[in-house]
């Protein structure tokens, strides 16, 4: 059973550009999650996904930001107009249910580097 | 919102000796607090977690305690060896996981 699954695994944008990174959850699970971990920091929540439906993006950015998670596909965020600001790792991490005793399984990260 | 608070932010043991990571939450509604190690360049994994109705859980050579009066959750790392070498999270879960800022641990063979 193939672990939660991210690409790239690195990303290399020039400021003003678009980026999209990739998440494919564990088989079975249809939740997702969003982190983003700047350079000796912990992770800080961005938002929280089932299939089609976004259910808490309390973390995101207003703007520049988006998240969606189709019905067919992987789970997709999306940054508008790149800033320097933006680069770090992104996590994606997949749980069976919702609540807080369905472990989250994480992905290996996208590393953006905004230049 | 929650707040995690984490310390030390580096710890440096001698192999085969005992390393202890604290944190401190401030939501009494958060009830499920996750350890994860973070190794360099990796995601981060779950190494052990406990639920607010049980005080301490162990597992082999790791065992995390909560106090739930006291709002503070211990990692206890005993016997390490140098593959501990990691960076290491703790959390607190209330609709929405929070991380503390991380434990960067060494251990020195």
């Known amino acids: 059973n193939a672990g939660v699954m991210q690409n790239p695994r690195h990303l290399v944008r020039r400021r003003g550009q678009e980026a999209r990174l990739r998440c494919s959850p564990m088989?079975?699970?249809?939740?997702v999650y969003w982190y983003r971990q700047l350079p000796e920091e912990g992770l800080k929540f961005m938002v929280y996904l089932q299939k089609e439906n976004i259910i808490d993006e309390s973390g995101m950015p207003k703007e520049r930001f988006s998240a969606e998670f189709p019905k067919e596909g992987p789970s997709i965020l999306r940054i508008q107009q790149v800033v320097r600001g933006d680069s770090a790792a992104y996590f994606c991490?997949?749980?069976?249910?919702?609540?807080?005793?369905?472990?989250?399984?994480f992905g290996p990260g996208t590393r953006l580097t905004v230049l | 919102g929650e707040n995690v608070e984490q310390h030390p932010s580096t710890l440096s043991v001698q192999e085969g000796d005992s390393a202890v990571i604290k944190c401190t939450y401030s939501?009494?509604?958060?009830?499920?607090f996750p350890w994860y190690k973070q190794e360099l360049g990796k995601g981060p994994q779950l190494i052990i977690d406990?639920?607010?109705?049980?005080g301490e859980k162990k597992d082999q050579r790791i065992a995390v305690t909560l106090n739930k009066t006291a709002k503070h959750f211990s990692l206890h790392i005993t016997e390490t060896q140098p593959e501990d070498s990691a960076v290491y999270f703790c959390a607190a879960y209330n609709e929405k996981l929070t991380f503390g800022t991380g434990t960067r641990l060494t251990i020195i063979p």
């Open positions: 939501d009494s509604a958060s009830n499920y």
């Open positions: 991490a997949s749980s069976p249910g919702r609540g807080g005793y369905n472990e989250q399984f």
């Open positions: 088989k079975g699970h249809s939740h």
């Open positions: 406990i639920r607010s109705n049980v």
